[in-house]
């Protein structure tokens, strides 16, 4: 499984879009991105997923690299109840989830 | 039930007994997954179910660790002879298939003192 690279820690402002980067130089051409987000003290939430075109739904977009290193969850118009730790992973072949989240990044929205 | 449910929330044993940990996964939802969670850290993931096939038990920690899934439905993961750095929360996520969205539980936040 490849392994994924995020910065610790950001923050934005309230109104602004969150741009969260992640690295996965190593992913293979059948592994896919996922996202999930960790609100203080809850299970972690789904966001959104790709395999090598951009996406969008009502949460975000996901950017993919055309070389898929690397890509940007981008949360539109950030509130202050997106603040939480966004992970980044990268699945195995197929989308199997059975792989260990990093630390993730710790999106701090500010009024 | 809506959602996938842990049982229980909270649980404190004592070093060296036995703990058996609840998922109740979201019906009709093939895959099933095992995550550890420690203080400040990411998830790191246990053992995966998928449908009858034989469980995925790569990240395992140790022999004490195992888990099963009975009827492809609810899951229990036990962990033999706790010791302390089994502290963490137990988080059990479920998907309709492998590569779709997971549905994580609240967790069990297992205290070994």
């Known amino acids: 499984d490849a392994k994924t690279t995020q910065p610790t820690s950001m923050d934005c402002a309230e109104g602004r879009a969150a741009n969260l980067p992640c690295n996965h130089s190593?992913?293979?051409?059948?592994?896919?991105v996922y996202w999930y987000r960790q609100i203080h003290s809850q299970g972690p939430q789904y966001i959104i997923h790709?395999?090598?075109n951009n996406e969008t739904n009502e949460m975000a977009s996901l950017i993919i690299t055309e070389d898929r290193k690397s890509s940007t969850l981008i949360l539109p118009h950030a509130t202050l109840r997106d603040t939480a730790v966004y992970y980044c992973i990268v699945t195995g072949s197929g989308g199997y989830q059975k792989v260990t989240f990093g630390t993730g990044t710790k999106l701090q929205v500010i009024p | 039930g809506a959602g996938v449910s842990q049982s229980p929330s909270n649980k404190v044993t004592e070093k060296g007994k036995d703990v058996e940990l609840r998922c109740d996964p979201i019906?009709?939802?093939?895959?099933l997954y095992w995550y550890r969670q420690s203080l400040g850290q990411g998830l790191e993931f246990l053992i995966y179910?998928?449908?009858?096939?034989?469980?995925?038990k790569s990240g395992l920690p140790s022999d004490r660790f195992s888990a099963e899934r009975t009827g492809g439905s609810v899951s229990t993961l036990t962990i033999q002879r706790t010791q302390q750095e089994d502290s963490a929360v137990y988080l059990c996520?479920?998907?309709?298939?492998?590569?779709?969205?997971?549905?994580f539980g609240q967790g069990t936040r297992l205290t070994v003192v």
């Open positions: 996520a479920s998907s309709l298939v492998p590569n779709t969205e997971a549905f």
């Open positions: 190593t992913i293979s051409g059948n592994e896919y």
């Open positions: 179910f998928q449908g009858n096939s034989a469980p995925d």
């Open positions: 790709g395999l090598k």
């Open positions: 019906s009709g939802h093939t895959a």
